[in-house]
């Protein structure tokens, strides 16, 4: 399994990676993995660090955590300072006795508040935070798994376009020597002119599958740089020179169907992360009903202000001190707000529930689907081990019988036209059970560690 701890890498890069990247033009010079083979594991790296889609999911990782420290900013103490200075016309004010009242006034202070009781929200808050971290780690590593099954798939489509082009090339040539020798007894008189006509249009068929497998090859190839992240310089036209380095391959892969089904419902992130929401919904109706309780709350503070009243020719002269209490408030009554808002987080947490449930179904949907296609995938795989040998068998005793006089052309287009199927059917059924096994490991969450419960 090649992209087993891919993931974890992915979490490793995030943290190193250079933000540089995101800079590049889109008309820089050709990437130096352009210039080297290219494996499988390399393009998963390359992924992790330029894939377009994995770089979006950090920023929202790093979002999430500017929500995390606002989620718990409620449990914390608050430290607010405070000043104001206000200048009256003397005209303005009223006078008693001696003592004027000082037309400038200024206060200041700083004070300290901590709730220590709020209905349950500051409990709530902290283990909030923890799940919304939780969460977003989790849909994290959904992107990742996601991205890195795509570039997959785009690396075996690039290899199965490659062979494409080769088996329909090597029909073409075969096609060709065909028209050649039909050509060359039509000449010596032993063959009639509909020998050359037949070999000519069994090789005019053949060209445009070739043409087709090219233009797949190019497309494959684009799409796959897509998915790394590669800023092509704009001189590189339709055919990028790529050079994979790994090939399709048969190896064995066994599954328990009922063991990929609970090992995906305990390891795919999506559940994570959906657990995680049904957790925070629970919280938002501790949250809710926290309106239905008093929320006290300690301070403490120090404070400056000005006399308030001055003496005739005094310059005045001002207060400091400490000041420290507590203070309680009760919405005893407030129009049914919170009763609505109880009904709301109720009915959100039953969705969240709904939710978990119909997407653990889909899981166990997506592993029983991947399971079969891959089945079936390595059913046919199997089927066409030795195919390909007998088509080239029955390619060589057509020729013979032909060259003995006692088979006909016919025989020996059908013979190539069969080799060129099983050698592409032999290409198509290695590619299918790759992609089948890739998709497989995703469904069953294989490459993914699952985040404890806590």
Known sequence: MKTVKMLALGIVVFLAADGSMRAQSTNGPLPQELLRPLSLVDALNTALQRNATILKARDDLQAAYGLVVQTRA???PHVQAAGQYKDTEPSAIESIGPFTPAHQNWTAGVQIVQTIYNGGKLTAALRAARLTREQALAQYQTVLADTLLAVRVAYYDVLLA???????QASVNLLQRELEDQQRRYRAGTVPHFNVLRAEVALANERPALIQARNNYRIAKNNLSNLLGWNLPHEVWEDIPMNLSDTLDAAPFEVNLPDAIGQALARRTELTAL???EALRQLDIVNAKSGYKPAVQLFAGYNWYNSQFVAPNDQGYYFHGWNAGAQLSWDIFDGLLTHGRVVQA??????????????ARQIELQVRTAYSQFVEAKEVLDSQQKVQEEAEE????ARA????GTGTQLDVLDAE???????????QAL???DVARARLERAMGADLAPISEK
């Open 162 to 168: 490659a062979q494409q082009i080769t088996v329909h």
């Open 74 to 76: 409620v449990a914390l």
């Open 275 to 277: 657990r995680r929401a």
């Open 417 to 427: 036209t069969a080799l060129t199927q099983a050698r592409t059917t032999q290409t």
């Open 346 to 359: 109720q009915a959100l947490y039953d969705k969240s529930r709904t939710d978990l449930a119909d997407e």
């Open 401 to 404: 019988r032909a060259e003995a």
């Open 394 to 397: 029955a390619l060589r005793e």
């Open 431 to 433: 590619h299918d059970y």
